[in-house]
């Protein structure tokens, strides 16, 4: 497999969390980061391992009072499995036994501790995310089409042949289902779920109907609710909200949900038998899906703590991203997959933009050209990035 430079950077002065779905590279990004220091791995992926401390979670603190001098790490992979460790974890950066390493942790979700009421440490612990691979990280290796068919886990880039990409997607949907819900014990009937990832990936990118999807699914809205929460909660997807100046009013509003992956929502929607192409509907909503993740990931590297949310009025005209920028004004965003976008795309900027108070009004495309009419700013969709702030000098990322 190829080796990617990632843009994930845990500062390394402190110990950390690093959480992300499975598959997109946690425990090789902490391997690589930690390679030239002394390291004890403790792999809870491994039955015996998350056997012996889930039933004695003190052993570790024990053991550490005899190891502590032989090691600057302890690095604990999927921390969710034995979350009582973290108690154990607490105490020994407080501790004044001795002179602890550091701790390195990775799960697939900060949330799903959480909600396991689980010690996240109080700070003591800095939080990162990773995600899928950026553009930026897959550099020349980027190619648009294959990105939207098969989505950048980095396993997907070993595989030579289609054949090849979509059993590793077909079976990385299965390996969810059975590690990150059942053996969590996360549903009792794994049927509906699984019939709710389907109809939630065939949605995907589009306004949440939950009453529907209840009825569509066999369950009530309840339910679907709190399915969604758990794709959140194992960060296979995250909610777009309506934009409103007010928070109260934003969490009001209908969301939209856009799975993590383009490759993964193909797979679960069971559509990875039909390649897309450019100019069909099918590639400009996976184009969307991706240039939104995107975002979201460009944003939690580079620190820049934007908030992003959709705009819709009762009568149907859409600005398919607002991107508020602290200090900056609004970033308004029409995203369009077209090489030769139109102002007749843009139609709803122009109407709507005056509404929204002071902004920036953008069309991202595919277009090779950069230029402005009525105030609309077109250019590529990597040009765009760079030009509302995601992405940041080459300097600062290198």
Same mark, same amino acid.
């Given at each position: 497999?190829?080796?990617?430079?990632?843009?994930c950077?845990?500062?390394?002065?402190?110990s950390?969390f690093?959480?992300?779905?499975?598959?997109?590279?946690?425990?090789?990004l902490?391997?690589g980061?930690?390679?030239?220091?002394?390291?004890?791995?403790?792999?809870l992926?491994?039955? $015996?391992?998350?056997?012996?401390?889930?039933r004695?979670?003190?052993?570790?603190?024990?053991?550490?009072?005899?190891?502590?001098?032989?090691?600057d790490?302890?690095?604990?992979?999927?921390?969710?499995?034995?979350?009582?460790?973290l108690?154990v974890?607490?105490?020994?950066?407080?501790s004044?036994?001795?002179?602890?390493?550091?701790?390195?942790?990775?799960?697939?979700?900060?949330? /799903?501790? /959480?909600?396991g009421?689980?010690n996240?440490?109080?700070?003591r612990?800095?939080?990162?995310n990773?995600?899928?691979?950026?553009?930026?990280?897959?550099?020349?290796? @980027?190619?648009?089409?294959?990105?939207?068919?098969w989505?950048?886990?980095?396993?997907?880039?070993s595989?030579?042949?289609?054949?090849?990409?979509?059993e590793?997607?077909?079976?990385y949907?299965? $390996?969810?289902?059975k590690?990150?819900?059942?053996?969590?014990?996360?549903?009792?009937?794994?049927?509906p779920?699984?019939?709710?990832?389907e109809?939630?990936?065939?949605?995907?990118? $589009?306004?949440?109907?939950?009453?529907?999807?209840?009825?569509?699914?066999?369950?009530?809205? /309840?339910?679907?609710?709190?399915? @969604?929460?758990?794709?959140?909660?194992?960060?296979?997807?995250?909610?777009?909200?309506?934009?409103?100046?007010?928070?109260?009013?934003?969490?009001?509003?209908?969301?939209?949900?856009?799975?993590?992956?383009?490759g993964?929502?193909?797979?679960?929607?069971r559509?990875?038998?039909?390649?897309?192409?450019?100019?069909?509907?099918?590639?400009?909503l996976?184009?969307?899906?991706?240039?939104?993740?995107?975002c979201?990931?460009l944003?939690?590297?580079?620190?820049?703590?934007?908030?992003?949310?959709?705009?819709?009025t009762?009568?149907?005209?859409?600005?398919?991203?607002?991107?508020?920028?602290?200090?900056?004004?609004?970033?308004?965003?029409?995203?369009?997959?077209?090489?030769t976008?139109?102002?007749?795309?843009?139609?709803h900027?122009?109407?709507?933009?005056?509404?929204?108070?002071p902004?920036?009004t953008?069309?991202?495309?595919?277009?090779?050209?950069?230029?402005?009419?009525?105030?609309?700013?077109?250019?590529?969709?990597?040009?765009?990035?760079?030009?509302?702030?995601?992405?940041?000098?080459n300097d600062?990322?290198?």
């Amino acid at each position: 497999m190829s080796i990617f430079k990632r843009h994930c950077k845990p500062i390394n002065s402190n110990s950390y969390f690093l959480f992300g779905a499975r598959g997109t590279g946690k425990t090789s990004l902490i391997h690589g980061m930690l390679g030239s220091e002394r390291v004890w791995v403790i792999n809870l992926l491994e039955l $015996t391992t998350e056997d012996l401390y889930r039933r004695d979670p003190d052993l570790l603190y024990k053991q550490l009072l005899v190891k502590h001098a032989e090691f600057d790490w302890v690095f604990i992979d999927e921390i969710q499995k034995a979350p009582e460790l973290l108690n154990v974890v607490h105490r020994a950066i407080e501790s004044r036994e001795f002179k602890s390493p550091k701790f390195a942790m990775t799960g697939s979700s900060a949330r /799903k501790l /959480k909600r396991g009421s689980a010690n996240l440490l109080a700070g003591r612990a800095f939080v990162n995310n990773l995600y899928p691979l950026t553009h930026i990280e897959l550099a020349d290796q @980027f190619q648009l089409d294959q990105v939207l068919n098969w989505g950048s886990l980095p396993k997907i880039f070993s595989f030579q042949e289609d054949q090849e990409k979509a059993e590793f997607l077909r079976a990385y949907g299965l $390996t969810y289902l059975k590690e990150e819900i059942w053996n969590e014990h996360l549903v009792d009937n794994l049927d509906p779920f699984r019939l709710f990832l389907e109809v939630a990936a065939q949605a995907n990118g $589009t306004i949440v109907n939950y009453l529907k999807m209840a009825r569509d699914v066999g369950v009530n809205e /309840k339910t679907v609710k709190r399915y @969604f929460e758990l794709l959140e909660e194992t960060l296979l997807g995250f909610h777009l909200n309506a934009y409103s100046r007010s928070v109260r009013k934003r969490q009001s509003k209908s969301p939209k949900f856009y799975l993590f992956d383009t490759g993964v929502a193909r797979a679960l929607a069971r559509f990875l038998g039909q390649r897309i192409t450019p100019k069909t509907q099918p590639y400009g909503l996976a184009f969307e899906q991706f240039l939104i993740a995107e975002c979201i990931r460009l944003n939690d590297y580079f620190r820049k703590d934007f908030r992003f949310s959709y705009f819709r009025t009762k009568e149907g005209a859409e600005i398919d991203l607002i991107i508020d920028r602290p200090g900056e004004s609004l970033a308004l965003i029409e995203i369009k997959s077209s090489e030769t976008p139109s102002m007749n795309d843009v139609k709803h900027l122009i109407k709507l933009r005056d509404e929204l108070g002071p902004c920036e009004t953008f069309c991202f495309s595919n277009s090779p050209l950069e230029y402005i009419e009525e105030g609309i700013h077109f250019l590529n969709w990597k040009d765009g990035l760079k030009k509302v702030g995601l992405v940041p000098g080459n300097d600062a990322i290198q």
